[in-house]
């Protein structure tokens, strides 16, 4: 009898287990990731202005002369926010402005 009882306890404890390590609720545990990538960011009103995209950074080149203390970029993201957000702007001349998206 008392083996009966550890065996329950141990086959109960298993299938928790089994049931958190696949995730749970249904799907089984697979997960899309978001991804949280800007994947364009122009200065329309600024012609001949040059856009790098790198991994971590994006490299804006504007013309001599520029006035680069109210510039207002389009970004496109694949997240779900953008701070600052797109079309507001920006003060550039004090050095890089950090944009965080959000997932």
Known sequence: MKNLSIFKILSTVCLVLLFLACG??????HHTPISKDITSFTISAIPGSNTTIGTNTITVQVPFGTDVTALEPTIVHNGATIDPASGVAQDFSGGPVT???TA
């Open 99 to 101: 944009y965080t998206v």
């Open 24 to 29: 749970g609720g249904g799907g089984g545990g």
